[in-house]
């Protein structure tokens, strides 16, 4: 679907609408205090009966072939245009009772308001400009930004606002021993294969991944896909990131692998298997419910996101796999390996799925491969 002559960004602040130049941000922020005052009274009772009537002109405007006839534009059209900026003021208002995800049914009814905006744009779009319907084809584009952004930044900060409960969760704390105690056995003691830890990781409240998905499903539908993403996999990136640190993961390199002694090796594989284990029996999992959640009507993009964060994770545990294939071979070293090749082995499932795009069948034989690597004798 097209967005609003010109192209824009990466950054909303360069999304533009010709016949509305771009304003600061104090004067958007006044502009929406305005609206909602002047709608306030109305919003509530008008909105069905102009959502109504922004139907109709559309369904007129689905019949109107003649981009060089433009249509009348009804009043209704600058009304709703109003409602809808009106509603982004009010959830701006600083306002904890009025956030996004507060009132569900007023976040369903922005999120239908935002869609009936993208169409309405889309339907005017190549009418002559200086005609009324061209100019509410601007009007329109300058409304779905700043509801685009409002909603990018909502997302961010739903995101962003339970990273907090995810390094508090009991997966993460009473699972595991720490790494650092040391091993009495040859073989690294595996979690277990049932686990309720999973169950609480990402630590995010059913309403807030629902508030999720109605924002993802509203910027989607109105073309901004790759904003939706972008923000979406940095984020979920970052607190993976986060959460394998917490385990004790740290990415070593080849070179160093190749020069330390078995006893220091010994150790790194220790945690290495932990964290992979840890990976395949609760972050992977728990990760792809949440994402499969958040873009439940959209399984390619699901299956993207979670591919994408998995292989970025996982390529380090492939590095280290490959380095210590790599070292020489002893008796010693037997049980360790074994152990290695098992953890990879379970993690095979943890990041597949029958909706797996190529990255996510690529990552797979990667892992399958660095495992079989491990037991062949050198």
């Not at 009804?74 to 809808?84: A, I, N, R, T, Y």
């Not at 900026?85 to 995800?101: H, P």
């Amino acid at each position: 679907m097209e967005k609003p002559p010109p192209e824009k960004s990466g950054s909303f602040s360069g999304h533009n609408v010709e016949s509305h130049p771009p304003e600061s941000e104090a004067e958007g922020e006044l502009e929406d205090r305005e609206n909602a005052k002047e709608s306030s009274s109305i919003s509530d009772s008008a909105l069905p009966q102009v959502s109504q009537d922004i139907d109709g002109f559309l369904s007129h405007l689905a019949l109107h072939n003649d981009k060089s006839n433009p249509p009348d534009v009804p009043d209704s059209v600058e009304v709703f245009c109003k409602l809808v900026e009106a509603m982004i003021g009010n959830y701006d208002s600083g306002d904890s009772s009025a956030r996004f995800g507060q009132v569900p049914e007023e976040d369903t009814a922005f999120v239908e308001s935002v869609g009936r905006i993208s169409k309405l744009m889309n339907a005017l779009r190549g009418f002559p400009v200086e005609s009324p319907a061209g100019a509410m084809y601007g009007r329109s584009g300058s409304v779905l930004q700043r509801a685009m952004s409002f909603l990018e930044d909502e997302l961010r900060t739903l995101l962003e606002d339970s990273r907090s409960h995810i390094s508090d969760s009991k997966s993460l704390k009473t699972k595991h021993p720490s790494f650092n105690s040391k091993e009495d056995h040859d073989r690294c003691p595996l979690p277990e294969s049932e686990s309720t830890g999973d169950d609480e990781y990402p630590a995010y409240p059913p309403e807030v991944v629902a508030s999720m998905k109605k924002i993802a499903m509203a910027m989607i539908s109105a073309g901004y896909e790759t904003e939706c993403c972008q923000v979406f996999s940095i984020l979920r990136r970052n607190a993976f990131k986060e959460a394998i640190n917490k385990l004790g993961f740290d990415s070593i390199s080849i070179d160093d692998v190749q020069k330390m002694h078995w006893e220091t090796l010994e150790g790194e594989i220790a945690k290495w298997i932990k964290v992979v284990k840890h990976c395949s029996l609760i972050l992977f999992p728990g990760e792809r419910r949440f994402a499969e959640s958040v873009f439940e009507d959209y399984p390619e993009i699901f299956s993207s996101q979670f591919s994408n964060l998995a292989r970025a994770t996982v390529i380090h545990f492939l590095n280290f796999a490959e380095a210590v294939a790599m070292t020489k071979r002893s008796a010693e070293k037997l049980f360790k390996f074994l152990d290695m090749y098992e953890s990879l082995r379970d993690l095979v499932p943890a990041i597949s799925s029958p909706t797996s795009d190529d990255n996510g069948h690529e990552l797979k034989s990667e892992t399958m491969t660095a495992g079989s690597r491990l037991g062949k004798p050198q």
